[in-house]
Each structure stands twice: as structure tokens, then as C-alpha cells.
């Protein structure tokens, strides 16, 4: 398997455009079913060796739990519960508005009565529409998909490594189904006073000062898959610090600054995670220089914190 393959985004923009409706579908499902977490940190999937999951959730009727599996090997959904029972259908070929049938029809099956609060699409151009009701979104090519899911593993570890610098407050990383991207959060502790008018999502997920850094596929806004980082709230002069390598760029965005590294750029390096990991390590520094974050004291180098680990070896068996 190539590290970081090439993924364009216009080579697999159906298949994508439908798996973020099927996959906002089951998140909404577990939005619903899980119990909530501070930061939302109960909404993302988390990976599998064969896909995502949205961990067990629930309960059942019987009181069991239940789990949602996306085997993006094999390509179907699998619904599993405590009590050892299944269900599963194959994902080819379906439109939204039918998985969104099979899925509920498989769930009632299996004794779980869960309801979506709004069941259509968060964010996206026909957010209006229904999930019931979308019969346009059907394109799914098995072999594209399954090359969204090993760059998603690719990145993931990336994403784990870059976290294991941190001894401080930090989210998993996981996969957000509303912006179909995988991220991780590390946070200074320090509460951010939000006026009365901003939305309750967004006071939850910034309720605390944030560095999170990430990977998305493109959109249409900006049609290509990068990595990014950014910082909330924004300290002023963010976008005039240097960031590695030199081709990285600060990009205006929903009133803020992105950090910016191109996934092409990335995987075609001399040493692509180096390169990443430089990248990630810039955005942060730029951010919690300027914002005062105590750096010193929360570094984890090499993901040890115990002083004696960090010590030189000589001397030891």
C-alpha cells in the first residue's frame, strides 16, 4: 500500500458527495443513541481496521447495546447489539433515500427505537431535502471508497503521532461525519466567554481555547484534500507567522485563518510525514506562542511525560 496515495478530489466527488449523506445519517444515529460527551467529543466516528464505527451506543429494547460499522472492505453497513444479534446490507449502489430506509427498517429489526431530530443533511447544498427523500445521491465506486478509508488510516496514525506531543487536554482523534473531516484537538484549559448569541454547538465545542489540526478531502470551496490547523479564538497577527515547509500558506476562511498544507504536496515530499509533521508542529507553535499557552509545560516528546523514561539509556540494562 503507496503512503498517501493520490486521492483528487474530482476523481471520486459522486462517491464522496453520497458517503457524507450515508455517513451523516448514521452520526445523526449516534447523535441521538450516545451519551453526550463535553466537546461533543460523542458525535465523531473513530476507525476500524475495516472501516469506521460509532462505537457502542444505546440501548436496545433488551437493554443491549448497539454499534454501527461502515466495512469499507467489504461494503456494507453492519449493525451489531450486545445480545450477539446483526444486521447488514451492502452499500453499492444505494441511494440516500434508501439507505436511510434500510438502515432504520434494520435498526426497528433489531429492537432499537431511535429517532433522528432532523434528518436531513448539516451544512450541506440541499440541506432542505429530506434524507427520505434524496434519490439523486446514489454514486458509489467500491474501489474509490476504499481509498478514502486508507488515506483516512494513513492520516489517522499522522494524526496520533502529532497527538502523542501533548501531555495536556486533548480530544481523540476522530472522524466528524458533518464536515467529513479527521481531527485532533489540544486545548490550554482556558474558558473562552462567549456572547448569549452564539449558537449552542458552537459554544460547547469552543467553550475552551483550541489548537485542532486535521485532514479533509476538499469541498467545493476549496477542491482538493489538505491538511490544515487552526486556532479559536484567533489571536491577532496569526496569519503573519511562518509556517514549514515554506510552500504551507495561511488561507482566509469563515472570518478566520487556516493553516494550510496540500495533500499533494505532502505526499510527494522526500518524507511525507516528516513534512506533515513540521507542518502541524508550525501551526501549533504560531498559535500557543501568541496566545500564551504554557508550551513548556505540556510537551510530550515522544509521547513520554515520566522523566526517568526520558532519560539517557547508558547505565541500564
Same mark, same amino acid.
Given at each position: 500500500?503507496?503512503?498517501?496515495?493520490?486521492?483528487? /478530489?474530482?476523481?471520486?466527488?459522486?462517491?464522496?458527495?453520497?458517503?457524507?449523506?450515508?455517513?451523516?445519517?448514521?452520526?445523526?444515529?449516534?447523535?441521538?443513541?450516545?451519551? #453526550?460527551?463535553?466537546?461533543?467529543?460523542?458525535?465523531?466516528?473513530?476507525?476500524?481496521?475495516?472501516? &469506521?464505527?460509532?462505537?457502542?451506543?444505546?440501548?436496545?429494547?433488551?437493554?443491549?447495546?448497539?454499534?454501527?460499522?461502515?466495512?469499507?472492505?467489504?461494503?456494507?453497513?453492519?449493525?451489531?447489539?450486545?445480545?450477539?444479534?446483526?444486521?447488514?446490507?451492502?452499500?453499492?449502489?444505494?441511494?440516500?433515500?434508501? !439507505?436511510?430506509?434500510?438502515?432504520?427498517?434494520? *435498526?426497528?429489526?433489531?429492537?432499537?427505537?431511535?429517532?433522528?431530530?432532523?434528518?436531513?443533511?448539516?451544512?450541506?447544498? $440541499?440541506?432542505? #431535502?429530506?434524507?427520505?427523500?434524496?434519490?439523486?445521491?446514489?454514486?458509489?465506486?467500491?474501489?474509490?471508497?476504499?481509498? /478514502?478509508?486508507?488515506?483516512?488510516?494513513?492520516?489517522? *496514525?499522522?494524526?496520533?503521532?502529532?497527538?502523542?506531543?501533548? =501531555?495536556?487536554?486533548?480530544?481523540?482523534?476522530?472522524?466528524?461525519?458533518?464536515?467529513?473531516?479527521?481531527?485532533?484537538?489540544?486545548?490550554?484549559?482556558?474558558?473562552?466567554?462567549?456572547?448569549?448569541?452564539?449558537?449552542?454547538?458552537?459554544?460547547?465545542?469552543?467553550?475552551?481555547?483550541?489548537?485542532?489540526?486535521?485532514?479533509? !478531502?476538499?469541498?467545493?470551496?476549496?477542491?482538493?484534500?489538505?491538511? /490544515? =490547523?487552526?486556532?479559536?479564538?484567533?489571536?491577532?497577527?496569526?496569519?503573519?507567522?511562518?509556517?514549514?515547509?515554506?510552500?504551507? #500558506?495561511?488561507?482566509?476562511? $469563515?472570518?478566520?485563518? &487556516?493553516?494550510? &498544507? $496540500?495533500?499533494?504536496?505532502?505526499?510527494?515530499?522526500? =518524507?511525507?510525514?516528516?513534512?506533515?509533521?513540521? !507542518?502541524?508542529?508550525?501551526?501549533?507553535?504560531?498559535?500557543?506562542?501568541?496566545?500564551?499557552?504554557?508550551?513548556?509545560?505540556?510537551?510530550?516528546?515522544?509521547?513520554?511525560?515520566?522523566?526517568?523514561?526520558?532519560?539517557?539509556?547508558?547505565?541500564?540494562?
Amino acid at each position: 500500500m503507496e503512503l498517501f496515495p493520490p486521492v483528487p /478530489y474530482e476523481s471520486w466527488r459522486d462517491s464522496k458527495e453520497t458517503l457524507h449523506r450515508f455517513t451523516q445519517v448514521v452520526g445523526k444515529v449516534r447523535l441521538a443513541a450516545a451519551p #453526550r460527551r463535553n466537546h461533543w467529543w460523542n458525535v465523531p466516528f473513530h476507525l476500524t481496521g475495516r472501516g &469506521l464505527t460509532t462505537r457502542p451506543m444505546g440501548l436496545t429494547d433488551k437493554g443491549a447495546f448497539f454499534c454501527i460499522d461502515f466495512d469499507l472492505v467489504s461494503h456494507r453497513l453492519v449493525i451489531t447489539t450486545g445480545d450477539g444479534s446483526e444486521a447488514s446490507f451492502a452499500l453499492p449502489g444505494l441511494s440516500v433515500a434508501e !439507505f436511510h430506509r434500510r438502515l432504520m427498517s434494520a *435498526l426497528a429489526g433489531l429492537g432499537v427505537s431511535v429517532s433522528i431530530a432532523l434528518p436531513h443533511p448539516f451544512d450541506l447544498p $440541499d440541506a432542505g #431535502r429530506p434524507f427520505a427523500e434524496d434519490h439523486e445521491h446514489r454514486g458509489y465506486e467500491p474501489a474509490k471508497v476504499t481509498r /478514502y478509508w486508507q488515506v483516512l488510516s494513513q492520516v489517522n *496514525l499522522v494524526l496520533e503521532q502529532y497527538a502523542g506531543q501533548w =501531555s495536556g487536554k486533548a480530544s481523540p482523534v476522530h472522524h466528524f461525519w458533518h464536515t467529513f473531516d479527521i481531527a485532533v484537538t489540544r486545548f490550554s484549559e482556558r474558558v473562552v466567554e462567549q456572547p448569549s448569541t452564539v449558537d449552542p454547538v458552537t459554544r460547547e465545542a469552543y467553550s475552551r481555547e483550541v489548537i485542532s489540526a486535521g485532514f479533509w !478531502f476538499g469541498d467545493s470551496r476549496f477542491p482538493a484534500p489538505a491538511f /490544515y =490547523s487552526y486556532t479559536a479564538p484567533e489571536p491577532a497577527g496569526l496569519a503573519d507567522q511562518p509556517l514549514a515547509p515554506d510552500s504551507a #500558506r495561511w488561507l482566509a476562511r $469563515d472570518g478566520g485563518h &487556516l493553516a494550510v &498544507l $496540500d495533500y499533494e504536496t505532502a505526499r510527494t515530499a522526500a =518524507s511525507p510525514i516528516d513534512t506533515v509533521q513540521a !507542518f502541524l508542529g508550525s501551526a501549533f507553535r504560531a498559535g500557543a506562542v501568541l496566545a500564551d499557552w504554557d508550551i513548556a509545560r505540556d510537551a510530550c516528546p515522544g509521547g513520554v511525560t515520566d522523566p526517568v523514561a526520558m532519560a539517557p539509556a547508558s547505565g541500564r540494562d
